[in-house]
């Protein structure tokens, strides 16, 4: 089946740092990415869809400027947290799908985030 | 704007059948898709419902009602494995909206 890496799988940082998120499409091309993020205890939000070459469009109430989307290839799409501030600690998660291959996302097994 | 509402926590146990239920308003409709998702683990796929009736897949079934904006996720011979929470979601490869989900706690 399609796998989804991510990378890290946690991460601590310090409030005002920054800190980069790998997804990975392994064994698949993914023409696009998603971006989730999910609170304790809550549904799954997308915060933004990339394609592969393109800009990300980025959900409302999401600042672009402060996540930052690359998917500079078929298979790699990253996501920044940039200065980070507690109330970004959060449960993220990627998807990807190729257009060609149905309806289906593959989800990555997510990066728990925590700002000291 | 885009909602799905689910019941926010159902209990059973094991050997039973539960149902959960998802009512969705969207602007846009392509297909109602149902997800596992463990504690701090990924979401896993079950099922997808593009057109009304059901699908079975092994213990899980989907059914949709586009005419309603209603679905359910019929889960049979319940396992305690199966207590997890359940989302369903609007939407296929191109964007997925997701409920508020249901955590199923499956007792012995």
């Known amino acids: 089946g399609a796998v989804v890496s991510q990378h890290p799988s946690w991460v601590i940082c310090k409030s005002g740092t920054s800190v980069k998120i790998e997804c990975r499409s392994l064994?698949?091309?993914?023409?696009?990415m998603f971006w989730y993020r999910q609170f304790p205890k809550q549904s799954l939000m997308l915060m933004a869809t990339?394609?592969?070459?393109?800009?990300?469009?980025?959900e409302q109430g999401v600042e672009k400027d402060k996540f930052l989307i690359n998917h500079a290839s078929l298979t790699l799409s990253t996501l920044t947290v940039t200065s980070a501030h507690p109330e970004d600690s959060s449960f993220y998660i990627c998807?990807?799908?190729?257009?060609?291959?149905?309806?289906?996302?593959?989800f990555g097994p997510g990066t728990r985030l925590t700002v000291t | 704007g885009q909602s799905l509402e689910q019941p926010s926590e159902v209990t059973a146990v094991e050997g039973a059948i539960v149902q959960i239920n998802c009512t969705y308003q969207?602007?846009?409709?392509?297909?109602l898709s149902w997800y596992q998702q463990h504690d701090g683990g990924a979401p896993t796929f079950l099922s997808y419902?593009?057109?009304?009736g059901l699908e079975e897949t092994g213990r899980f079934s989907s059914f949709l009602s586009r005419s309603d904006s209603y679905g359910y996720l019929l889960l049979q011979e319940l396992q305690m494995k199966d207590s997890a929470s359940y989302f369903c979601?609007?939407?296929?490869?191109?964007?997925?909206?997701f409920g508020t989900g249901t955590r199923l706690l499956v007792s012995p």
């Open positions: 064994d698949f091309q993914a023409t696009t």
């Open positions: 969207t602007s846009g409709f392509y297909g």
């Open positions: 419902n593009a057109l009304d």
């Open positions: 979601a609007v939407g296929g490869f191109q964007k997925l909206v």
């Open positions: 998807s990807a799908s190729n257009a060609g291959q149905g309806y289906e996302q593959y």
């Open positions: 990339s394609n592969e070459g393109s800009k990300a469009t980025y």
